[in-house]
């Protein structure tokens, strides 16, 4: 029977794709899932792409939350990234659905997948991070292997938290930080690390303790979401990423044991969306309320009596000082008209006292 010019009008207004979806088995832990170096950028629909999302059978799952940039877990084609929380004892699945353009001859993106919280017992000073070890995620159903490796690249890394590479005994105490367009930066404690109103976020720090603080005394996490935590670190271990664009949404630092008994630390820090917190005190976690990348933050360790002497005090940042001055000179440009209508009433009102007409 041949279609009726109705029927032909809404088959051209249907485009088919072309969609591949996968299930990835992961163990309990933390993950980051982002695209390999170097993949194609979409074209002008937005294809290839890839969404990661649970299946339906596991939509209603407790123990799996899904963070990304998007809210719906689409990655797009290249430079994406989120993370999967997989919680409780047992292993889950979740969805790799590519979406492509079928006339296209874009390739279909890679991806590879890091786990973040897993790190040896034993703290080495500052070795060289050594080459991962590959973990592969197994899929619940055969699939074949060609698609396989097309949808996740095939690879998911097991990552311990690489270990920061100072020497802690001749330089101190030291924040080390990947920026966003800078890499890895290294400065004392004290120092702002990454520049407030700069736009650019932080993805992961670390804290070199010096020979004074114990590196189990000194532990720091970082917020990667609402109510969710990366696990606390001690210190000369990288918390967070790098080079996966993900950035961190807050920190927090405490002390404990002996490190305790002498020092305080204090947190300042400031976020892309422009807010401002600290200083806080020992543990308490800094973050913005509309989850805002981190941007900047300011560590200080001080003993007790310096804490004493230093009570806290809301921190003004650069841009804060910019704008109360702006914010000075549009006053005394706004004082001066108000005193020349004060001056000019008072002219009119001697005047008016003289049997002059002041018009208004």
């Given amino acids: 029977m041949p279609n009726t010019p109705d029927q032909a009008s809404i088959q051209k207004r249907i485009y088919d794709l072309k969609v591949t979806g996968h299930l990835m088995t992961l163990d309990p832990g933390l993950y980051c899932i982002f695209h390999t170096k170097n993949q194609k950028p979409a074209d002008d629909h937005g294809f290839p792409g890839i969404r990661i999302s649970l299946p339906p059978f596991l939509k209603h799952n407790p123990n799996v939350q899904i963070t990304g940039f998007e809210g719906d877990g689409w990655i797009g084609a290249e430079k994406g990234a989120l993370l999967v929380q997989v919680s409780g004892k047992e292993s889950t699945q979740v969805l790799v659905t590519i979406y492509q353009d079928p006339s296209s001859a874009h390739p279909v993106p890679s991806l590879q997948v890091v786990r973040l919280n897993d790190a040896p017992d034993s703290l080495v000073a500052f070795p060289p991070v050594a080459s991962e070890a590959a973990y592969h995620a197994p899929a619940a159903a055969p ?3 060609e698609a396989a490796e097309a949808a996740v690249g095939a690879s998911a890394v097991q990552a311990p938290a690489p270990r920061l590479r100072f020497d802690l005994q ?7 930080a990947h920026l966003q367009m800078q890499g890895d930066v290294a400065l004392p404690v004290g120092e702002w690390m990454g520049t407030p109103g700069s736009q650019h976020w932080i993805e992961g720090f670390g804290i070199i303790p010096p020979a004074s603080i114990a590196p189990e005394d000194i532990e720091y996490q970082a917020v990667l979401g609402k109510g969710w935590y990366s696990p606390w670190q001690e210190g000369g271990k990288f918390c967070g990423s790098r080079g996966m664009a993900l950035p961190i949404l807050g920190l927090a630092v405490r002390l ?3 490190a305790a008994e002498k020092y305080i630390c204090r947190l300042t820090a400031s976020f892309i969306d422009g ?6 005190t020992d543990g308490e976690p800094v973050s913005s309320y509309t989850l805002a990348p981190l941007e900047s933050f300011r560590l200080e360790v001080l003993t007790h009596k310096e804490a004493q002497d230093n009570p806290v005090e ?3 940042m650069p841009q804060d000082v910019n704008l109360v001055e702006e914010q000075a000179e549009k006053s005394e440009k706004k004082e001066k008209p108000v005193v020349k209508e004060i001056s000019s009433a008072a002219s009119s009102s001697r005047k008016a006292k003289k049997g002059q007409v002041v018009s208004e």
């Fill in 170 to 176: 001749k330089e101190g105490m030291k924040v080390v």
């Fill in 143 to 145: 699939v074949p292997s």
């Fill in 256 to 258: 404990k044991g002996k």
């Fill in 314 to 316: 809301p921190v003004m």
């Fill in 275 to 280: 807010t401002h917190l600290g200083p806080v």
